[in-house]
């Protein structure tokens, strides 16, 4: 494989989409997105002297990180980009596509002078540290693997237009129903069965399967029940053999599941209780307003829907670990959601917009260079994509846009002169 000449089709694909992503922005900025996602997938960071350094501009390093700073204060450029990816990823969400809704944080544990710096519970070591929060939007099919990464925002609780979780999650929610419709079905783990959040998605009719905290009280038979004393009389009707990969092993559960007609106390909709045995000591509770039946591929679907929930996680840790994402260094509150949502641009130029082509190529060689690797390639693919393209165009050097070499004046040989 030719590096240079892959890395040259790289660079005309982040340049095109970079185009269609940018479209309204004044020209400057045009120009800013393309160099950003450049210099995120090109050095695998969001730090602005990495950015600086892929680009390889003939001048002081120090102009191109104050040029590079200056634009990424652009007002308005987080809603923008966000708003273009989900166009371009409006035509691939079906009636059916699940779109997976996660909080989660980013870590900056020695950081002190950031703007509305806030307190986040860093999983890693279980206890309170510095950071921000984020909201994560993915689409993906039922027990399928391709995911299509859809929202990614920062924001801090100490904001002074910050409002609540909730609002930053029907945000989410409202920003990709502008785009898909009613197409689609929400899926949120624990604490989506807030009533903060289950009335505006009934009151909006869109579909929902949610993970229901064991306490929330349910309707059942004209009878307020709480819901662990209802998955404990549930009717188990299947039985499966899941198979679950965990950091390169694999995990048997011998599950059952059934399920139950149930209301809100405060809300008249039917519902269905869908229960999962084998997870753990407790049952597993699903909530959805998407009609069940004593079927078995009907309920197939509901739990491989909420298995295919787990990858969220594994997508918000490709996001963070490919770019690097907690060792983000601007200071500015705007700066800061502006670089999140730069950062799912370039996840999503990574998962979505490259070509089957184009990821044959990258794949090949990363496979080279992690041949070399005493474990081999992730089993996420993503992440191979991502150091594909951060390995090739690393290799090719030459920035965003390829210098042309000055011709060189011709040597005359000794019997010509």
């Known amino acids: 494989m030719n590096i240079p000449q892959v890395a040259g089709r790289l660079r005309v694909q982040i340049i095109q989409f970079s185009g269609k992503l940018s479209v309204g922005l004044p020209k400057v900025m045009r120009r800013f997105v393309a160099e950003a996602i450049y210099g995120i997938a090109a050095r695998g960071s969001v730090r602005l002297s990495d950015i600086a350094r892929a680009l390889e501009e003939s001048i002081l390093m120090k102009k191109t990180i104050d040029r590079l700073s200056s634009r990424l204060d652009y007002t308005g450029l987080k809603d923008h980009i966000t708003g273009q990816v989900l166009d371009d990823a409006s035509s691939r969400i079906g009636k059916d596509t699940l779109l997976i809704i996660d909080p989660s944080d980013i870590v900056k544990k020695h950081a002190r002078s950031m703007e509305y710096l806030d307190m986040v519970r860093d999983g890693s070591e279980g206890k309170l540290s510095s950071g921000y929060w ?5 689409a993906c099919e039922a027990g399928e693997s391709d995911i299509l990464p859809l929202y990614h925002s920062l924001y801090s609780t100490k904001a002074p237009d910050f409002v609540s979780e909730n609002e930053e999650i029907l945000r989410c929610i409202g920003r990709i129903s502008e785009k898909a419709g009613n197409r689609g079905i929400y899926v ?9 959040l289950l009335i505006p998605l009934l009151e909006a009719k869109r579909r929902f399967l949610i993970r229901l905290v ?10 307020d029940i709480e819901a662990r004393q209802l998955a404990e009389r549930c009717p188990l009707f ?23 007609k149930v ?18 000591q407790d049952p597993l509770m699903l909530l959805t307003n998407v ?20 990858r969220v996680e594994e997508t918000i840790r490709y996001i963070k670990q490919c770019y690097n ?22 996840a999503y130029f990574t998962a979505v917009h490259l070509g089957l082509r184009a990821k044959l190529e990258i794949l090949a060689s990363h496979a080279l260079r992690a041949a ?14 991502a150091d594909g393209i951060k390995h090739i165009l690393n290799r090719s050097g030459n920035g965003l846009r390829q210098k042309t070499a000055k011709p060189q004046p011709q040597t005359l040989l000794p019997f010509l002169m």
């Open 263 to 280: 209301r809100l106390p405060f809300r008249p909709e039917q519902l269905y209780l869908v229960v999962i045995k084998g997870f753990g």
């Open 291 to 310: 009609e069940m039946r004593k079927n078995r591929s009907v309920l197939t679907w509901a739990v491989d829907a909420y298995l295919t929930r787990w």
């Open 238 to 260: 299947y039985a499966e053999r899941i198979v679950k990969e965990d950091k390169g092993k694999e995990k048997i559960y011998d599950i059952e599941f059934g399920f139950c």
């Open 188 to 196: 949120i783990d624990r604490g989506g069965d807030r009533r903060k």
């Open 372 to 385: 070399k690797r005493i474990f081999g390639i992730p089993n996420f693919r993503y992440y191979a994509l």
């Open 214 to 223: 064991g306490s929330r009280y349910l309707v059942y038979r004209g009878k």
């Open 134 to 138: 984020t909201c994560d939007g993915v």
């Open 325 to 346: 994402l907690e060792d983000i260094r601007v200071m500015t509150y705007n700066r800061l959601q502006n670089m999140a949502a730069l950062v799912l641009a370039t």
